[in-house]
Structure formats: structure tokens, C-alpha cells
């Protein structure tokens, strides 16, 4: 039998998976994952995300050996690794889903010089390349590009996972996963991670559980204190869930009503839209205009974003994210603009700091989400209000009900009432041990449009 590679990247899964039954198809399957920390550069997965990866690389494999198969894992360029082991086992072509990380588009262009490669679509709702303006040109405006999205939604029903994968007659040999360590061990910070399930099944179920709120979602999504989001970015992120999978279950579970929560799905995908038009989106500029902006720089810079980094800030609803993130590897989408709108505009640092902390901390950093929402705050991207919009956390605070959130994650202010705990300072009751604001709004705002205006020119 004829013998094909299936690279596994960000599609940790079997079902839905056009490149696994394409690789079926040719005969026998050596499913492969490659740790690549060279490819990526500065964006090598974060260290919350390697906790993320080993569990659900062992899932992964449990599911294949059901099966009949295994996973092998192997370290290194993946356009040096996959030929190489093309040359062991006599694979003469290797399958994927196609990928739009820079990155991963530069390794297929480098494998598909050495060896025949099948990019299957089927990791994305379509392909972006093809949505375009009446000019012929690609959208960088999310409104515009749904709404061209939505003329070829639905997506392709989803394919069923296969009842076998064929094996080699001879298995290559791979890595321990335990040897990439990619789990922390001295010390131990993944204590709260406990509340995730990684791989195809906790993917699954993280959706079931989250179906029967699907309809109140447009409603629930913006208040951290409520259980209305689905919580199922990270899943969605390592591809343990087809982005087919939610958009036929959501839409025909509850059709219109199901449409704020297949945006947020799209949104994903147009930050990826925007990096596969700008691939340094995560390093530079959407708009040269900042390439000027005087950021703040320094030792008292260095202890700001400590402060921030360690939610500290005096700010209850910034350091409650800060902490959730800490703590969970997650954030609340809404608390994430909070927390990002005073990096950039409090602090006065640099979005690209807080995109790096973003990208190691977070189990479901993602390169584009990730630089187009930093972007879009600092005012920076190609699709960004005007940096003079500064939200003010002591606003938004209690007019997104975040009380009982705060409290789960600012232990020091939990005694304190609903109407004093999202400024305890303007009420004289900040706690012994909490920090006072590490600079007034107003004084903040007002360095801010300083900043502004210098990097104007005015």
C-alpha cells in the first residue's frame, strides 16, 4: 500500500478532517505532529499553550490507537522533519489542512518544494483569498467582509471521523512526549488550569454544555459575571472543533438568534483575513501614523506593565482580568479590551508588549485575534476607531455587572459592596494590601491625548 504523512498542526482532530480522509484514501496513514519553535520566530507557542498541546497531543493519540493507528511526534523545522521521515518510511506525499500563520504558509511553500503535498481546505469557514470587494480586492473592514462571508455560509456539511485509519507496516520511531516537556514544572503554575478539558471530546462537550445558552448569547456575552459564553476559543484554536461543526449545530439549533455567536467564529477568521494580507501584523503598524507614536518607555514603564501584568493596578476590573488570565489562561472578551485600553492608553506602552504577554499567557492565542484586537484598541490597525475612544474601566466596570467577578479574583476587595468595589479609593475604603489607582483616569486621559496629539503633529 501506498504510504502518506498527515501533518497535524492546528486541527488536533479526527472528525471533520478532509486531509485525514484524503491521506485514507491514498492507502496507509503516518499521522505526524511536529514541534516547531524555529518557524514561528517570536510567535513559538506560548507557555500556556504547551500545557494546552501536551494534553491534547495525548488525546489525540488515544483517539488514533483506537483506531488502529498512532501519533508521531518529532521536533525541528517541519519542512526538514516531514521529508526526512518521508525518506524513512516511503511516503511519497503528505496531506493538511491548509494553514494561514505565516509561518505554516511559509513551510508549505518550502515542503511542497520537497515533496508532494495535498492542502486540503476544512480548518475555516472558507477561504478569505476568494471574498472580495467589488474592485476586486480583499476586505481589511470586518462589517464589509461578513456580510461577503455570509453569501457562502453554510460552510460544508461536516465529515464524519473514519472508522479506521490505516497503519504502516512498520512504525517510525517518534518522541516521548513527556521529553518535550512542555508541561511547567518548577514551579507549577498550571493550578487553575483544571477547569479545562484539552482534545476532541472536552471540544465537544465544552459545545454541548454551552448549546442550551446559545440563544440568550447576543445578551449574556458581555457581562464576565454570567456563564453566557461558550468558552470554547482554545478548542477552537488547536482545531479540536471544526469551525463547520459549531456553524451547522448553532445555526440550526437556532438559526437568526445563533448569528451574534457565528460573528464571533468569523471574527477569528478575518484576523486572520488581515495577517494573511499583512504578515508582520503582529509586529508592526496597521497604520504608519504610530510608527511616530511616543510610547512610553523606561524603568517606571518596566514597573507599570509589572503592575499590569501582575494585577496590581488599583484598577479592580483590570486586575481581575489580569489575574483571571494568570490563573486560568483565559480572559473575558469584554475584560480583554478593558485590560488592553489601559495598557495602551492609561500606561501609555507599547500594544506590542501586551500582545507578547497576550500570546504566552493565553490558551487560545491566536495570531491574528490576537494582533487585530490589540491593534484595534491601541487605534493602530487597519480596522481601528480613533485612539482618542478610551474606555474607562470604573465605567465599565458596573455597567457590565462585574461585581461578583471581581470578587472571584480580587479576594482583597470581596467584602466590599457592589456600588464601592469598582473604585474603592473614590470611597476611601481600599483595603490594607490592595494598591491605590496607579494613575488617575483623568490624569490618564489627559497624558493620553498628549501623547496624541505630539504623534499628530499638533
Known amino acids: 500500500m501506498a504510504v502518506s504523512l498527515l501533518w497535524h498542526r492546528q486541527d488536533l482532530r479526527l472528525r471533520d478532517h478532509p486531509a485525514l480522509l484524503g491521506a485514507i484514501a491514498d492507502g496507509s496513514v503516518i499521522p505526524v505532529y511536529v ?40 521536533r525541528g523545522r517541519a519542512e526538514d522533519i516531514l521529508p526526512t521521515l518521508a525518506a524513512e518510511t516511503g511516503a511519497t506525499r503528505v496531506h493538511a489542512l491548509r494553514h494561514y500563520e505565516p509561518w505554516w504558509q511559509r513551510a508549505e511553500s518550502e515542503l511542497t518544494a520537497r515533496i508532494e503535498t495535498v492542502l486540503h481546505d476544512g480548518n475555516h469557514l472558507f477561504n478569505s483569498r476568494l471574498l472580495l470587494n467589488g474592485s476586486g480586492e480583499r476586505y481589511r473592514v470586518f462589517t464589509p467582509w461578513f456580510r461577503k462571508l455570509l453569501e457562502h455560509m ?5 465529515l464524519a471521523a473514519p472508522e479506521h485509519v490505516p497503519p504502516p507496516s512498520i512504525f517510525p520511531h517518534g518522541d516521548r512526549l513527556d521529553d518535550w516537556t512542555l508541561l511547567p514544572r518548577r514551579p507549577d503554575w498550571s493550578g487553575g488550569f483544571n477547569i479545562w478539558t484539552p482534545g476532541e471530546e472536552g471540544a465537544r462537550a465544552a459545545f454541548r454544555a454551552f448549546l442550551p445558552k446559545l440563544g440568550a448569547y ?20 488547536f482545531g479540536e472543533i471544526s469551525p463547520a461543526t459549531l456553524w451547522h449545530h448553532a445555526a440550526k439549533l437556532e438559526g437568526e438568534k445563533a448569528r451574534s455567536f457565528l460573528s464571533e467564529i468569523a471574527w477569528r477568521e478575518h484576523g486572520l483575513n488581515l495577517v494573511d494580507q499583512f504578515p508582520d501584523y503582529a509586529t508592526r503598524n496597521g497604520r504608519a501614523l504610530f510608527d511616530r507614536f511616543p510610547w512610553r518607555d523606561g524603568p517606571e514603564a518596566e514597573a507599570d506593565i509589572a503592575a499590569w501584568a501582575r494585577g496590581l493596578t488599583g484598577y479592580p476590573v483590570v486586575d481581575a482580568g489580569m489575574r483571571e488570565l494568570w490563573q486560568t489562561g483565559w480572559m473575558h472578551n469584554r475584560v480583554r479590551m478593558i485590560t488592553a ?9 507599547d500594544w506590542r508588549r501586551g500582545e507578547q504577554w497576550f500570546w504566552d499567557t493565553l490558551l487560545d492565542a491566536d495570531i491574528g485575534a490576537n494582533a487585530m484586537n490589540w491593534q484595534y484598541v491601541a487605534g493602530s490597525g487597519v480596522d481601528a476607531p480613533v485612539f482618542s475612544r478610551m474606555m474607562a474601566p470604573f465605567l465599565q466596570s458596573p455597567k457590565f455587572e462585574m461585581a461578583d467577578y471581581i470578587r472571584t479574583y480580587v479576594p482583597e476587595l470581596a ?25 488617575g483616569h483623568e490624569a490618564a486621559r489627559a497624558r493620553a491625548m498628549a501623547a496624541w496629539d505630539a504623534c499628530r503633529g499638533q
Open 154 to 158: 453554510p460552510p460544508p456539511a461536516p
Open 341 to 349: 485600553s489601559f495598557l495602551t492608553k492609561h500606561l501609555l506602552i
Open 415 to 439: 467584602h466590599l459592596p457592589d456600588d464601592t468595589i469598582h473604585m474603592p479609593h473614590e470611597y476611601g475604603c481600599t483595603p490594607p494590601g490592595y494598591p491605590l489607582p496607579i494613575i
Open 35 to 74: 514541534l516547531d519553535d524555529v518557524g514561528p520566530g517570536s510567535h513559538a507557542i506560548g507557555s500556556a499553550q504547551r500545557w494546552w498541546l501536551h494534553h491534547s497531543l495525548e488525546q489525540l493519540d488515544k483517539a488514533y490507537r483506537a483506531l488502529g493507528n498512532r501519533l508521531i511526534l518529532r
Open 218 to 237: 447576543e445578551d449574556e456575552r458581555n457581562f464576565p459575571s454570567r456563564p453566557g459564553v461558550s468558552r470554547l476559543s482554545p478548542h477552537i484554536h
